[in-house]
């Protein structure tokens, strides 16, 4: 099993919808939750970061963790076409020295 | 300020060859990484340095050297390239191991070995 799954897609959402993407983690001590974003040919960029249960809003974006299920995902509301990129998962580990990565969902947003 | 840059940006190898990338920051961050990044295999990590002058071995190490020179620069070495190396390599810089902070990447080198 893999550190840090997420579903490859791509998921596809019309403009101006809800776009879900989850992730889910193996290591039950893992106490924060990284979203990063990566438009094509370009390196990630920090979203947001979650450690604590429950919801974390910043603009559109809102990151959900759920530790007794081990997962996290990122709701992106009001979906526009420049939020196509793809969407990684990092967890950090060993004090916070060392990440993993989720593989990363592909967001397609129709105009 | 540049933040976290990288050299070269592409790089076309023989199979048996040799290079070093570069990797140095600019905001006097701590910990420094290296990753690899595969179509559909997301980022793995090559090795990272937590503080200048250690480093430690992350997922796949394997045909892979490093050499933390200073706390600026962390550089990554193919001493015999594959094919199997062929992929893009990002640099990530943080300030230390703490449970709110984020990795500044670099823009990557594509390395292709044929």
């Known amino acids: 099993q893999k550190e840090v799954e997420q579903n490859s897609g791509p998921l596809s959402v019309p403009e101006g919808a809800i776009a879900s993407l989850n992730c889910t983690y193996s290591d039950r001590g893992s106490q924060s939750f990284f979203w990063y974003r990566q438009y094509s040919g370009k390196s990630p960029e920090l979203i947001m970061f979650?450690?604590?249960?429950g919801d974390k809003e910043d603009g559109r974006f809102t990151a959900q963790l759920n530790k007794a299920s081990q997962y996290v995902s990122l709701l992106i509301r009001d979906s526009q076409p420049s939020d196509s990129a793809t969407y990684l998962c990092a967890v950090p580990i060993y004090n916070f020295n060392k990440f993993y990565f989720g593989s990363g969902t592909k967001l397609n947003v129709k105009p | 300020n540049a933040g976290v840059t990288q050299t070269p940006k592409f790089q076309v190898l023989k199979t048996g060859q040799s290079m070093t990338l570069q990797c140095a920051q600019d905001m006097n961050h701590n910990s420094m990484y290296w990753y690899r990044q595969d179509p559909g295999m997301g980022l793995r990590l090559i090795y990272y340095?937590?503080?200048?002058?250690?480093?430690d071995k992350g997922e796949v190490p394997n045909g892979y050297n490093v050499s933390r020179l200073n706390k600026r620069e962390f550089s990554l070495r193919l001493e015999s390239a594959a094919p199997s190396q062929t992929s893009v390599y990002f640099c990530a810089s943080m300030v230390a191991g703490s449970s709110n902070e984020e990795q500044y990447f670099g823009p990557g080198t594509r390395l292709t070995v044929t």
């Open positions: 340095s937590a503080s200048e002058g250690t480093t």
């Open positions: 979650i450690y604590s249960n």
